[in-house]
Nanobody, 122 residues
Framework: QVQVVESGGGLVQPGGSLILSCAAS????????MGWYRQAPGKERELVAA??????KYGDFVKGRFTISRTSVNNTISLRMTSLEPEDSAIYYC?????????????????WGQGTQVTVSS
């Protein structure tokens, strides 16, 4: 009953920029955590940036290069990534920790998007 859709990935040259978007929809009563994670081949999934209980968190590797923000559309966030490096290549996933209502599985659950590929290469 909660859908999470990411968009905006693609191929970019080193030093370039990308903007990712994540939209959550459905029977959402409250969102506790909403943010971006990434997973590169052979590596564990890691936090990129997230809004969590009124705070903003970034992964240590971000070092000021990425900015997460809320958009004017309800339950939508974006991630602006600059100074991209080949090491940033990964599948980027959006996670929404939300309280859902209605039929299905009401209550608090984690909802993941399908992921969007980001490739940084010359």
């Amino acid at each position: 009953q909660v859908q999470v859709v990411e968009s905006g990935g693609g191929l970019v040259q080193p030093g370039g920029s990308l903007i990712l978007s994540c939209a959550a929809s459905g029977s959402i009563s409250a969102i506790y955590h909403m943010g971006w994670y990434r997973q590169a081949p052979g590596k564990e999934r890691e936090l990129v940036a997230a809004f969590s209980s009124g705070t903003v968190k970034y992964g240590d590797f971000v070092k000021g290069r990425f900015t997460i923000s809320r958009t004017s559309v309800n339950n939508t966030i974006s991630l602006r990534m600059t100074s991209l490096e080949p090491e940033d290549s990964a599948i980027y996933y959006c996670l929404v920790d939300a309280w859902a209502t209605g039929s299905g599985a009401p209550g608090r659950n984690d909802y993941w998007g399908q992921g969007t590929q980001v490739t940084v290469s010359s």
